[in-house]
């Protein structure tokens, strides 16, 4: 496959990296700063668990650039998303296979209504990376794809794409409920990158203080609601697992947190916005979301 990583961050950076490390043809999408570092110095991947990884990379400035492809990997922030749209158009086909890599729970449904004619596959994606300096991504957790399908008739590509995202070396599955994966990142999400960007603690201190613990609870339970008035199958306990799981990660810093510091637009309209509006859509109320969402916006 021809693969066209849009948007060479952290999460393009990473596994569109190990995609180039293992021989694969890829093709990455990069702006500014970034698509400099990558042309004169490759692509830098420094792994707790890989150790330290540099390839040289075939970097464009645009899609109509790189030209076509047979997978696209989305990489760029939900709020950047729209803003690609025309220059995605010149690569897409009716035999594109779109994976937007992505936080949140909207960029399929968006791609599906720009694209109708492309096979948009919607996934999960876990990984703890950052770019702290321009063609070095720093990777210090997971690296873990789920992908799954809204349509019947997209369900024979699931195989091929798995296949090659395995390439990385990293774990990738066709999952059978790919909607309430990704509302299981979610609930974490919303409630850890919003209150860890806001007060700039990590989230394992976050939960030593009662008061903010109730807090980050309660906007997960907001979640928990909205996802099942839209139909997902979350449940309580997974709230549990949340909290269990975070409390031993002490230090991680989020990707909203990292962004804040660094002067970058914050992604809470995709990981916290997303919230207060499905949730009126369903006739739930989401008074913590709503309120550390507007406090976001201020900042």
Same mark, same amino acid.
């Given at each position: ?10 999460? *393009? ?55 076509? +492809? ?36 909207? +960029? ?9 004619? +492309? ?39 699931? +195989? ?8 990385? *070396? ?80 002490? *230090? ?48």
């Amino acid at each position: 496959m021809r693969v066209l990583v849009y948007g060479a961050g952290a999460v *393009g950076g990473f596994f569109g990296g190990l995609l180039a490390r293992a021989g694969e043809d890829v093709h990455f999408v990069a702006r500014g700063i970034q698509l400099q570092a990558l042309r004169a110095r490759g692509l830098t991947i420094n792994s707790r668990r890989l150790g330290s990884i540099t390839v040289p990379v075939s970097t464009f400035d645009s899609a109509a650039a790189a030209g076509s +492809a047979d997978l696209v990997l989305v990489c760029v922030k939900t709020q950047q998303l729209p803003g690609i749209f025309d220059d995605l158009a010149t690569v897409v086909g009716p035999h594109t296979v779109i994976v937007p890599l992505q936080n949140g729970v909207e +960029a399929d449904a968006q791609l599906s209504v720009r694209f109708p004619h +492309a096979v948009v596959l919607p996934s999960v994606v876990y990984v703890g990376a950052t770019v702290d300096e321009p063609g070095v991504v720093t990777h210090v957790a997971s690296g873990t794809i789920g992908i799954g399908a809204n349509r019947d008739e997209d369900r024979h590509v699931l +195989a091929a794409v798995r296949d090659t995202l395995a390439k990385t *070396g990293q774990p990738v599955h066709i999952s059978n409920d790919i909607q309430r994966e990704r509302w299981h990142k979610l609930m974490w999400n919303a409630a850890f990158n919003s209150v860890s960007a806001l007060t700039g603690r990590v989230p394992a201190d976050l939960l030593a203080q009662p008061d903010v613990r109730s807090l980050i609870v309660n906007i997960m339970g907001e979640v928990l609601a909205v996802g099942r008035g839209c139909g997902v199958d979350l449940r309580p306990e997974d709230i549990d697992k949340h909290i269990a799981w975070t409390e031993g990660a002490t *230090g991680m810093r989020t990707s909203t947190m990292v962004d804040r510091e660094k002067g970058r637009a914050m992604e809470i309209d995709g990981l916290l916005g997303v919230v207060v509006r499905k949730g009126r859509e369903v006739g739930v109320v989401t008074p913590c979301s709503a309120v550390v969402f507007a406090l976001l916006k201020a900042v």
